[in-house]
């Protein structure tokens, strides 16, 4: 597991890292500790390291915590931010970035812990994801989110069902291998993988799926298109 910790006052920084470091030997978790002092090292990192949990200090120089989380959600929408403070007042701006939890500092140890046993439940629950590098890192994007893929030249476009499109540098054929009939997808063009759980209707030449978008069907993959959606909607 890879938690970054992100706050300019070193006191609280190595203060949170004792604590989240004993809760992951508690749990006999793998743990990656990654220490920031600032936002711009962060999001610097993130775009060679794919962090499950940012814990992030809001009070800081520059860049302080709610800009760090507004330049992250960019790139990683999903991503649960536990935001600590020594004031309440940054509480909605908190939520306006969907903040996993706000915490105020100095942080006690058995509220921190009880987030953090919430965030690992939920962690345990969690549907299967893609992991992909984009231009700006790594990025984790559950399955069923996803709407449908479109080769791009040297990349892949991943749309989602609220509409945001993920801009990927992966080959279309990895894809093809990641996203199969068991998986729930179904490449029904030679540029394009849909996700057979989303589509609302389709003819012999496409489909529209729930989000009102329309891809192609090639004529060559009809009958098995066919054959793939009923047996994966009726199975």
Same mark, same amino acid.
């Given at each position: 597991m ?12 190595e ?8 809760w992951?030997?508690q749990h006999?978790?793998?743990?990656? &500790?990654?220490?920031f ?6 999001? $610097? %990192? *993130?775009?060679?390291e !794919?962090?499950?949990l940012?814990?992030?200090?809001i009070?800081?120089?520059?860049l302080n915590g709610?800009?760090?989380?507004k ?21 909605i ?7 996993f939890?706000?915490l105020?500092k100095p942080?006690d140890?058995?509220? &921190? ?8 439940a939920? $962690? %345990? *629950?969690?549907?299967p !994801? ?28 991943i ?12 080959s279309f054929s990895k894809?093809e ?8 997808f179904?490449?029904c063009?030679?540029?394009y993988?849909?996700?057979l ?8 030449t ?5 989000s009102?978008?329309?891809?192609p069907i090639s004529?060559n ?5 066919k ?5 994966h909607m009726?199975?």
């Open positions: 890879k938690i970054a910790i992100c706050d300019d006052e070193s006191f609280f920084l203060h949170t890292c004792e604590l989240v470091t004993a992951a030997q006999q978790l793998p743990l990656s &500790l990654f220490r002092s600032n936002g711009d090292d962060l999001l $610097q %990192a *993130t775009q060679s !794919c962090m499950d940012i814990i992030l200090d009070l800081m120089p520059l709610i800009e760090t989380a330049e992250l959600r960019i790139n990683y929408p999903n991503l649960p931010i536990i935001f600590l403070t020594s004031s309440s007042e940054f509480a701006d908190s939520y306006d970035v969907n903040a939890f706000y105020m942080v140890t058995e509220k &921190l812990y009880t987030v953090l046993d919430r965030f690992l939920k $962690q %345990a *629950t969690n549907k !994801c893609f992991v992909a590098k984009t231009s700006f890192g790594y990025c984790k994007v559950t399955e069923d989110e996803i709407d449908y893929l479109e080769a791009q030249n040297k990349y892949v476009n749309y989602l069902i609220n509409d945001t499109v993920i801009k990927i540098k992966e894809c291998e990641y996203f199969t009939c068991e998986k729930g179904f490449k063009h030679r540029s993988i849909v996700n759980s989303h589509i609302s209707e389709f003819s012999k496409e489909i529209r799926t729930e009102h978008a329309t891809i004529r993959s009809y009958v098995s298109f054959e793939a959606y009923f047996h009726f199975s």
